[in-house]
């Protein structure tokens, strides 16, 4: 197992880290490697896209139909003559 040393942790953030690990019923090293382990697992990248989650956040409270404008025929491009 390897070993990482924290300078320059805030009083504040210390504090916090303590009075986590007290309610989760953890020494305040055992809930640094919980935050650190949970911080860089891979599985919880979310596998779906942005809109997906939002459609899916949404769904409960009913849909919005969006007309869709019919297609025009494209402008002609700006001449630089």
């Given at each position: 197992m390897a070993s990482i040393t924290i300078r320059?942790?805030?009083?504040?953030?210390?504090i916090?880290?303590?009075?986590r690990a007290?309610?989760?019923?953890?020494s305040m090293e055992e809930e640094?490697?919980?935050i650190l382990r949970e911080a860089v697992d891979l599985k919880a990248?979310?596998?779906?896209?942005?809109g997906t989650a939002l459609q899916e956040l949404?769904?409960?409270f009913g849909g919005v139909e969006l007309e869709?404008?019919?297609r025009e025929p494209m402008r002609?491009?700006?001449?630089?003559?």
């Amino acid at each position: 197992m390897a070993s990482i040393t924290i300078r320059k942790l805030d009083d504040e953030v210390k504090i916090r880290l303590r009075m986590r690990a007290a309610e989760n019923g953890r020494s305040m090293e055992e809930e640094a490697r919980t935050i650190l382990r949970e911080a860089v697992d891979l599985k919880a990248i979310p596998k779906k896209g942005l809109g997906t989650a939002l459609q899916e956040l949404f769904r409960p409270f009913g849909g919005v139909e969006l007309e869709i404008p019919p297609r025009e025929p494209m402008r002609e491009p700006p001449g630089f003559d």
